[in-house]
């Protein structure tokens, strides 16, 4: 079972931007995981922002999220990362990262994002 860790949660100022990392415990992303970063504000659901296929580094966007997120990978750190523009208060929430291996999904623990004015 694959077990992704993120990294770089914090406090950012409204407007500043803020990059989150995603590794996997004890081991590496192979072949066609596909990864995801989701986000779940307080009192809401959580909402896919954009996911990235591992070996070719294809990526997709939710409608919305388009802009302001850019999900990338480090294939050789064996690293995926979600870098965030133009921070809101709307942006405050816990994000989350998503492995799926074959029929298998697994979630980190969630990095929180707090914006502060």
Known sequence: ???PVESGGGLVQAGGSLTLSCSVSGGTFVGDDMVAWYRQAPGKEREVIAT??????????T???RGRFTIYRNYHGSR?????????FG???IYYCSVRRGSVV???????V???S
């Open 52 to 61: 990235i296929t591992w070996d070719d580094g294809s990526r997709n966007y």
């Open 80 to 88: 995926t990362f979600l870098h965030i523009n133009g921070m809101r």
């Open 106 to 112: 697994c979630w980190g623990q969630g990095a929180r």
């Open 91 to 93: 942006s405050a929430a």
């Open 63 to 65: 409608g919305s999220m």
């Open 1 to 3: 079972q694959v077990q």
């Open 114 to 116: 707090t914006v502060s």
